[in-house]
């Protein structure tokens, strides 16, 4: 800041030169903290997900995963019914319950029927997904969508063929989301329906010949998960690249990546590979949320600041 003395021995600032200056101090810091500023925000959602992970004493800090990577579901307002429920006073014409024993029955449209739920962070609309499976389903009959509750369809077959083969072909994707089919109850609300598990054909590499067989599929198909088939070739044998078997998967639970035999005495890996694996968590290894590398800045920052690691998938 220069200073000019007078012969008066005033004091005056040389105000273009000032304000000049000034002006070029400020882009020193105003560039750097826009950019700490909108990384910040970027960042948040994984910083607060990787937040809430931490032990004790930061749980007063807690977010919930669910919160953060899945649209939230019916079940907090459930909840917070049933404990209305609970302080409810009833009249006694209100606590007589209907009976139901004569005319609760399963009728057609039940017995062709299939409940799915589609494991996205947005809410999709039933006439998308007629558009898609109807394209890739690619039955002899029609069939119907409908939407239950958000996310939750109910589909209507035209033959018990039609139904079989939906099943069969699992699983299905939409947009890489997960859509869990399960049987359409009639004493059960759709709500009610735990959609926890769902089959996968998974491959079993670098396996001995001697372990390519129908019972060590058997054996590591129930150590993965509920061993359902093995896939074989038109004389029954299982040899190939790889074994092939039809698991159905916890899928509240991290991937099983990798399991282990014990081949006289050594301890071999055989790593699974699964077929149209949708879009799941890196960091914990669970279907049904997101958390992916998409964008390599914003995600050093959140592994710098809180340690994140992402297990089950990474390309740093």
């Known amino acids: ?21 000034t002006r070029r101090g400020s882009l020193h810091w105003e560039i750097p903290l826009r950019a700490f500023v909108l990384g910040f925000l970027g960042a948040w959602p994984w910083v607060s997900h990787a937040w809430s992970r931490l032990p004790t004493p ?16 019916r079940k907090v307002m459930a909840e917070e019914l049933e404990k209305l429920y609970a302080r409810l006073s009833l ?20 017995h062709l029927g299939l409940v ?46 039609d139904k079989k083969r939906v099943l069969a072909g699992a699983p299905w994707l939409f947009d890489k989301y997960l859509l869990v089919l399960h049987e359409a109850l009639a004493d059960v609300n ?46 029954g044998s299982v040899i190939g690249r790889f074994l092939r078997i039809k ?30 694996l949708p879009d799941f968590c890196f960091h914990c290894g669970i279907i049904g949320h997101i958390l992916k590398d998409r964008d390599t800045r914003i995600l050093n920052l959140a592994r710098i600041l809180v340690h994140l690691n992402m297990e089950f998938g990474s390309s740093f």
């Not at 009249?91 to 039940?110: C, F, G, K, Q, Y």
């Not at 119907?144 to 509750?149: A, E, L, P, R």
């Open 116 to 161: 799915g739920k589609l494991l996205a962070p947005r809410i999709i609309q039933a006439d998308q997904i007629t558009t898609l499976f109807k394209r890739l389903w690619n039955l002899k009959g029609p069939f119907s969508c409908k939407t239950i509750q958000d996310n939750i369809f109910f589909f209507s077959f035209d033959s018990v063929l």
């Open 247 to 276: 698991v159905s998967i916890d899928i509240t639970k991290p991937l099983i990546r990798i399991i282990h035999a014990d081949v006289h005495g050594q301890k071999r890996a055989i790593f699974l590979k699964y077929e149209r």
């Open 91 to 110: 009249a006694p014409s209100e606590t007589n319950p209907i009976r139901t024993d004569s005319i609760l029955h399963v009728d057609a449209n039940l």
């Open 58 to 73: 930061f749980s007063f800090f807690h977010i919930s995963q669910q919160q953060q990577f899945l649209r939230p579901t």
């Open 190 to 235: 759709p709500a009610d329906i735990r959609f926890t598990h769902c089959d996968f054909w998974i491959q079993l590499h670098h396996l001995p010949l001697g372990l390519m067989n129908t019972s060590f599929a058997e054996t590591a198909g129930n150590t993965i998960g509920h061993f359902l088939e093995t896939d074989t070739d038109t004389s």
């Open 1 to 21: 800041m220069p200073l000019i003395l007078t012969q008066n021995s005033t004091i005056r600032l040389d105000i273009d030169k000032v304000q000049g200056s």
